[in-house]
Each structure stands twice: as C-alpha cells, then as structure tokens.
T-cell receptor, first 115, second 119 residues
Framework: AQSVTQPDIHITVSEGASLELRCNYS??????LFWYVQSPGQGLQLLLK??????LVQGIKGFEAEFKRSQSSFNLRKPSVHWSDAAEYFC?????????????FGAGTQVVVTP | GAVVSQHPSRVICKSGTSVKIECRSL??????MFWYRQFPKQSLMLMAT?????????EQGVEKDKFLINHASLTLSTLTVTSAHPEDSSFYIC???????????????FGPGTRLTVL
C-alpha cells in the first residue's frame, strides 16, 4: 500500500544542535515530496519541496532535505536549531500529476527544543 | 504569501446540531480548496476536494451527507458538519490551491484550522 512514514513521533533537541527528521515513502514511482511545519494557531507552512533535479533541496528557515531514491527517503535537516523551530513537522507526498493537490501526509514529528 | 483564513477557530456544539466552518482565501482566488481532518497526535487526512461551481469530490469513507461542502465563490468554501456527534470532534483544516499563470504546480496554502468539540 502507498504510504508515508515518519518513524519518529517525538524528537527533543538542544538549541544550537543539529536536527534531522526522517521520512520514508512507499510508492511505485518517485512521488512529489514536501515538508510542512505546523505551529499552534497557524496554518501548515511549506518548508520545501522536491519534484526532480538536484536531490538536495534548500528551503526556508534554514532547512534542507535530501532525496535518496535508493532508500525511498526524503529526510529534513537543519544544522543549528532555534527555539522557534519547536513545532510539528509533516512529510507529505503527491503520488503523481494525476493526483495533483491530493497531499498524503505522514503522521508527523513533534520537535521540542530545549535551552 | 497567500493567506487562507478559517472561521471559527474553535466551536463547541451539542450533539445533533449542525456546524458550519468557513474557509477563505484572502488575497487570491482559488478554484480548488481541500478539507482535511486531523485527529490528536495524528496526521491530516484528506476528506474532500472542493471545486468552485461544482460538487465536491469526497474521499473514500467520508460521508458526503454528513460533511456538506459548498464552494460558492472563488474565495470561499464552507464545510457543514450535519447532526454532529462526539466522534466528529476533531481539528478541521482547509487549504486553497493557488494557481498563478501557467505553472504546472499549484501550491496549497493552509488555513489555521478549526477545533470542533461536540458534547
């Protein structure tokens, strides 16, 4: 079955430390891949997306993600987290152009930032 | 960036009543809007696709008679939860698809969500 998996439900990281959030997908072909962040009281915000081309994608707020076809992964990274990065992060996919707009989300990873 | 609002942000209602949630694209026109449902500590599940001027398309397992969707204008879609029951309590999120020019990719912008509690 097609799915998006975020193995880590909850991650705690110290401010200034690096962060990596994992995302794996299970689809027949390479889907279109996204990372969103959800903060309380705010709508989901797109951090970055991958459609094709360079497998290392730069996003907003200092985030980047790397697409690895061999591992069916699209992990999100940030070299040095800030307290404001505490939020829920969702990996999402669109299976293909026929499903445009039908985002399928992973379960999310809650990031807690400690002083 | 494009802004999407939802109203109300929170609503508490009695079992058996109906509740309407509005989703508005504030600074762009959206021919397509989406409604999602999010359970606590869980992912967003797409409920339906709302197309301006036509009937909504519901995902499998979503009761179209319980979750009425109306996309009456290019900036407004409404979700009405009819005869609400406690199991309908959830966080409902809408998104609007922004389609500038001839871009093949239409980014979705999300509203802040509506917390529905049915007593």
């Amino acid at each position: 079955a097609q799915s998006v998996t975020q193995p880590d439900i909850h991650i705690t990281v110290s401010e200034g430390a690096s962060l990596e959030l994992r995302c794996n997908y299970s689809y027949g072909a390479t889907p279109y891949l996204f990372w969103y962040v959800q903060s309380p009281g705010q709508g989901l915000q797109l951090l970055l997306k991958y459609f094709s081309g360079d497998t290392l994608v730069q996003g907003i707020k200092g985030f980047e993600a790397e697409f690895k076809r061999s591992q069916s992964s699209f992990n999100l990274r940030k070299p040095s987290v800030h307290w404001s990065d505490a939020a829920e992060y969702f990996c999402a996919v669109v299976p293909g152009v026929d499903s445009w707009g039908k985002l399928q989300f992973g379960a999310g990873t809650q990031v807690v930032v400690t002083p | 960036g494009a802004v999407v609002s939802q109203h109300p942000s929170r609503v508490i209602c009695k079992s058996g009543t109906s509740v309407k949630i509005e989703c508005r694209s504030l600074d762009f026109q959206a021919t397509t809007m989406f409604w999602y449902r999010q359970f606590p500590k869980q992912s967003l599940m797409l409920m339906a696709t709302s197309n301006e001027g036509s009937k909504a398309t519901y995902e499998q397992g979503v009761e179209k008679d319980k979750f009425l969707i109306n996309h009456a204008s290019l900036t407004l879609s409404t979700l009405t939860v009819t005869s609400a029951h406690p199991e309908d309590s959830s966080f409902y999120i809408c998104s609007a698809r922004y389609s500038p020019g001839t871009s093949s990719y239409n980014e979705q912008f999300f509203g802040p969500g509506t917390r529905l509690t049915v007593l």
